[in-house]
């Protein structure tokens, strides 16, 4: 996108380096040569640094001394200068404690040479503060902390460097992107600049009596540049929906390639399983590497020593050959020599024969002794293995006492003679022990199980005791309910055979009204104070009653939970025994 030419007259940017970030195609962005002029490439990679006036630079909230926010910023900062080959040498311990104050100033130099490759430092204290600026640092900084780098004064001063390492990486990542994402200052504000130009221009034509610029011509020109902003607004938005179309492709395509990732899992895992199986088998292949090799060396030394019977019987043929040449030799010498000739091959060739089944013999008892030796490995291996079941081995196993119980193929006899057999020993003794121990703690449960069986059932004889004596206090209650609707019977039989009195009295005569009614009062009052009298006794049997039941209830619970506990308590027991007995038969 390239910038547009203001209306008004030109005027200075109230936001220094004019920079947002924008998302219009890409454009080549230029650097100014000097300090104060240069416009930094990445000044929009933050918020904190998107147009920030110098008056909102505020004093830093964070806390730049805690030790992990140094450590965290320290190993930003020295990541950063070793990945860009800083020429100076860099010292860890400097950089968590502070480094010189020369130091500082190579360093921020190197850094904002980045921005400005022509740029030297000239003076610390005051160029420090101008690159700040210049980079949009948000927070303050005092200018005394840079004529002096102190373990005070360092910190603050870190966070500033490891945020403008920060800003650098962003730059770098924006630029491999090939997507420039920032734009003139005229574009980076909301519209207020293009009002205040309009303002500006109209003032000045006013001021200035061009009275032919009326307000419909400012309108236009005001209509024009906002069409023109439209036009630039929608090239973002379709550049912004090709980018989100390419991401949302991208982001299928890594879903599908997420689907293969438990099979690749699950052959990895298969891989892994066939490793481990070719180390054992090639662990199994040296060991007989290493059991041929020594057969090896024991032909040799055979070899050797029969190379030297060779080498004397060649020395004793040629002075015999000398001894003949030297002797004269008639008919006689020669039959008797061919003779003794025919009697050396006979014997030769019968030694031939008997040197024949000697070999066999060795390599059929090399042959027993190579069954022999996987038949020992084989026991070895499931003495091992019983051995780790019944936590014997290795040394550190549960009843190892210390001892190496582990038999290898290169353990020796008197090893196992004098080592393993009286640890194992020991072992099965101490189970036997732990067996007659276990078998007197079986009889005292079994006769504390025999025991609580008696509790139980004294437990349940109350229980029935305590049930019949609920079934009779229900009996009487129905009893006692029975009675008083009985006797509510009669005291309505009576009340009625009143009143029938009454009225009959009351047809009588009128002199004897007064005494019925008061005799019909009483009847009635003595009715009913038989009425709450009963309601009442009802009332403490049903709640006396209620009460037994309840307390029968909390027992009966009580004795449940009981008898719960003594049967896991017996089942644990039980068990522990069982357990112990199959690991004294196993041993």
Request: charge should be negative; hydrophobic fraction near 35%.
């Amino acid at each position: 996108m390239v910038s547009r030419t203001s209306l008004a007259p030109p005027r200075k940017s109230s936001i220094p380096g004019g920079s947002r970030p924008s998302l219009a195609p890409p454009r080549k962005s230029s650097v100014g040569p000097g300090l104060d002029s240069s416009r930094l490439s990445s000044a929009g990679s933050r918020k904190s640094t998107m147009g920030l006036p110098r008056a909102s630079i505020r004093s830093d909230t964070r806390n730049v001394s805690d030790k992990a926010f140094v450590k965290k910023n320290a190993g930003l900062l020295i990541k950063y200068l070793m990945d860009e080959r800083f020429p100076h040498q860099i010292n860890p311990k400097q950089f968590h404690q502070g480094p010189s104050a020369k130091e500082f100033g190579l360093i921020i130099e190197f850094m904002y040479q980045k921005y400005d490759p022509n740029f030297k430092l000239t003076k610390l204290e005051d160029d420090t503060p101008t690159i700040l600026n210049n980079i949009r640092y948000p927070f303050a900084i005092s200018k005394r902390s840079f004529t002096s780098v102190t373990p005070h004064s360092w910190p603050p001063m870190l966070a500033a460097l490891a945020w403008f390492a920060e800003l650098l990486i962003a730059d770098e990542i924006s630029s491999q992107s090939g997507v420039d994402v920032y734009v003139e200052d005229e574009e980076r504000n909301d519209g207020t600049d293009m009002l205040f130009d309009m303002l500006a221009r109209s003032y000045t034509s006013y001021m200035a009596g061009a009275d032919e610029e009326t307000p419909e011509y400012f309108t236009d020109i005001m209509a024009n540049a906002l069409e023109e902003r439209h036009g630039h607004v929608r090239d973002d938005l379709n550049h912004c929906q090709a980018v989100y179309d390419e991401l949302q492709t991208e982001y299928a395509l890594l879903q599908q390639s997420a689907t293969r990732i438990p099979e690749l899992q699950s052959s990895k895992n298969h891989h892994l399983a066939d490793i481990a199986k070719f180390k054992s088998y090639m662990a199994s292949l040296q060991a007989r590497v290493d059991q041929l090799q020594a057969q090896h060396d024991e032909y040799e030394q055979e070899w050797t020593s029969r190379l030297e019977e060779l080498t004397a019987a060649q020395q004793d043929k040629v002075q015999i050959e000398e001894v003949l040449h030297k002797q004269t030799a008639n008919n006689v010498d020669g039959e008797r020599i061919q003779k003794e000739r025919a009697l050396l091959e006979e014997g030769l060739a019968g030694a031939a024969l008997s040197k024949e089944g000697i070999d066999r013999s060795i390599w059929d008892q090399e042959m027993a002794i190579s069954k022999k030796m996987e038949e020992v490995e084989k026991k070895a291996q499931h003495y091992n293995h019983t051995s780790r079941r019944l936590l014997v081995a290795p040394s550190s196993a549960k009843y190892a006492n210390g001892v190496n119980l582990t038999i290898t193929s290169t353990t020796s006899s008197a090893h196992i003679k004098s080592v393993v057999i009286p640890a194992l020993h020991t072992t099965k003794l101490s189970f036997v022990e732990k067996e007659s121990a276990s078998s007197g703690q079986l009889v005292a449960l079994e006769q504390e199980a025999k025991a609580r069986d008696e509790q139980m059932a004294e437990i349940k004889c109350d229980l029935d005791i305590l049930e019949t004596q609920l079934r009779k206090s229900q009996a009487s209650l129905t009893r006692g309910v029975d009675r008083f609707e009985s006797e509510v019977s009669e005291k309505r039989a009576q009340i009625e055979s009143v009143v029938e009195d009454t009225v009959r009295i009351q047809e009588l005569g009128a002199c004897n009204l007064g005494k019925s009614n008061r005799s019909m009062g009483e009847l009635t009052q003595l009715a009913e104070e038989v009425k709450i009298q009963q309601e009442a006794e009802r009332e403490t049997l049903h709640r006396t009653i209620l009460g037994l039941m309840d307390a029968l209830a909390q027992h009966k619970e009580h004795i449940n939970g009981q008898m719960a506990d003594l049967l896991t308590h017996f089942q644990e027991q039980h068990h522990a025994l069982e357990q112990s007995r199959k690991s004294e038969k196993r041993l």
